[in-house]
C-alpha cells in the first residue's frame, strides 16, 4: 500500500461504494437472520439491527448520486468479496448472528474509521454518519451479556466464534485493500501496526463488555 495522503476525489467514491455495499449486505444478512431467530427478543434486536444499516446505505447511496456516479456502479467491485465474507461467517443461530454483528462490524467499523483519518473532513463525517450505532448498540451489549452470565457453555462457543470472525473480518479488509487500488490507498503504509493494535485492544475491551472470550 502506499503513504497515507489526502485522497483524490476517487478515493471518497470509492470508500462511498465500498461502505454502501457493506451496509446494504448486512441489511439483508440482518433480515434474514431475524426471520430464521427463535425467540421474539432476538427478531425484534436483528430487525432494529437490519433497519438501521438500510438507513445508513440510503444515505450513502444518495451521497454517491450528489457526487455524480452512479451508485450501484460503485458498489460492484467490492460485492463479491463481502458477499464472500458472509458466506465464510455465515451463523448457526440467532446468537451467533448477534456476535457476528457486535464482532465483525465493530472491527471493520473502527479499521475505516481509521482509514480516513488523514482525509478531509467532509469524507469522514460521511463515513463516521455510515458507520455509526443505530440506536441498538446498547441492546445488543446487553443481550449478550446475559447469554454469557446464564449459560458458560453457550459463552464458550460464542467466544470461539468471535475468534474466527476477527480473522475473517481483517482477512475481508485486506483482500479488499489489495483488490482494490483506490481503497488501499486510504490505509497507507505509515503506522499500520499501531493502528492494528488499537483495533484489536478495542476488540478485546467490547468482548469484556460481554464476559465472553475470544
Known amino acids: 500500500m502506499s503513504s497515507a495522503v489526502s485522497p483524490s476525489p476517487a478515493r471518497p467514491r470509492a470508500l462511498y461504494g465500498l461502505l454502501a455495499c457493506v451496509r ?8 434474514a437472520d431475524a426471520r430464521r431467530a427463535a ?20 444515505r450513502l447511496r444518495d451521497r454517491l448520486i450528489e457526487a455524480g456516479a452512479d451508485p450501484y456502479e460503485a458498489m460492484r ?37 481509521e482509514a480516513v483519518e488523514k482525509a478531509d ?46 480473522g475473517e473480518a481483517l482477512s475481508q479488509a485486506h483482500a479488499l485493500a ?3 487500488p483506490e481503497v488501499g490507498a486510504l490505509f497507507g503504509d505509515e503506522g499500520v501496526a499501531a493502528m492494528f493494535g488499537r483495533i484489536v485492544d478495542r476488540h478485546q475491551a467490547r468482548m469484556r463488555a460481554v464476559v465472553l472470550r475470544d
Open 178 to 180: 489489495e483488490e482494490n
Open 121 to 166: 473532513p467532509g469524507t469522514r463525517a460521511v463515513v463516521h454518519e455510515s458507520l455509526a450505532d443505530s440506536g441498538h448498540a446498547e441492546i445488543l451489549t446487553e443481550r449478550l451479556r446475559a447469554a454469557a452470565e446464564n449459560d458458560t457453555r453457550l459463552a464458550s462457543r460464542l467466544g470461539l466464534w468471535a475468534r474466527r470472525l476477527v
Open 24 to 31: 446494504l449486505t448486512a441489511f439483508e444478512e440482518r433480515a
Open 39 to 58: 425467540s421474539y427478543e432476538d427478531k425484534v434486536v436483528l430487525a432494529g439491527l437490519a433497519t438501521g444499516a438500510f438507513g445508513q446505505f440510503e
Open 77 to 113: 467491485p467490492y460485492q463479491d468479496a463481502i458477499s464472500a465474507f458472509h458466506e465464510r461467517a455465515r451463523p448457526g443461530d440467532a446468537m451467533e448472528a448477534l456476535t457476528k454483528v457486535y464482532v465483525a462490524d465493530s472491527i471493520l467499523a473502527d479499521l475505516y474509521r
